[in-house]
């Protein structure tokens, strides 16, 4: 069974530009959520879906947004990109009702 | 609000030696626990949970970990470590109920010595 797979790898961005980033869960998971991970503030959640519905959120600014697909796939959504959004992405899946979340390879995001 | 604590930054073991790393959590129910692993560039593995049950919990790679609710902590371990060990270790936590979101402790890189 594949993993969760996230694209792009890496990007590069400049301030002010929006950026996609593309996460597909493990077959059959329909929960995906997604986090950060910066050097100062560590992992951070940013949002989780279910269902094409967002059920939680973190405390992040609105320049963050995401969408699920009927697939179970999830994009997440950065506008107006600062440099503070360089780090890493890392999206997971898991199970409806499950506590277990099982992590992609991550995007690096490098905001110039 | 739940947080989890990793007090060493950073581990630094010989090859073969015993590790102990540290995590204590704070958070109003019993806790789920998770430790997971992180190598440079990549994304997070799990290395073992604890729902309920025995308190001692094994996982792959050859780490177990205990919970001591007393002392709100989770902390693992791997009796002989090996050079592929080296990479970083986040302890976590989950709420319980319809949110499922994880907090992560700051981290601990593990440095092997050959």
């Known amino acids: 069974k594949a993993g969760v797979t996230q694209t792009p790898r890496y990007l590069i961005k400049t301030r002010g530009q929006q950026v996609t980033l593309s996460c597909s869960p493990i077959?059959?998971?329909?929960?995906v959520s997604w986090y950060q991970q910066t050097p100062g503030q560590g992992l951070q959640f940013l949002f989780e879906?279910?269902?094409?519905?967002?059920?939680n959120k973190g405390n992040f600014p609105g320049r963050f947004s995401g969408r699920q697909f009927s697939n179970s796939r999830s994009e997440m959504n950065v506008s107006t990109l600062e440099l503070g959004d360089s780090a890493l992405y890392l999206c997971?899946?898991?199970?409806?009702?499950?506590?277990?979340?099982?992590f992609g390879a991550g995007t690096r995001l490098s905001v110039l | 609000a739940q947080s989890v604590t990793q007090p060493d930054i950073h581990i630094t073991v010989s090859e073969g030696a015993s590790l102990e790393l540290r995590c204590n959590y704070s958070?109003?129910?019993?806790?789920?626990l998770f430790w997971y692993v992180q190598s440079p560039g990549q994304g997070l593995q799990l290395l073992l949970k604890y729902f309920s049950g025995d308190t001692l919990v094994q996982g792959i790679k050859g780490f177990e970990a205990e919970f001591k609710r007393s002392q709100s902590s989770f902390n693992l371990r791997k009796p002989s470590v090996h050079w592929s060990d080296a990479a970083e270790y986040f302890c976590?936590?989950?709420?319980?109920?319809?949110?499922?979101?994880?907090?992560f402790g700051s981290g601990t890189q593990l440095t092997v010595l050959p």
């Open positions: 879906y279910f269902s094409e519905t967002q059920r």
């Open positions: 077959s059959g998971h329909r929960s």
């Open positions: 976590a936590v989950i709420s319980s109920g319809s949110a499922r979101q994880l907090t």
């Open positions: 958070y109003g129910a019993t806790p789920y």
């Open positions: 997971a899946s898991s199970l409806d009702g499950g506590n277990i979340q099982y």
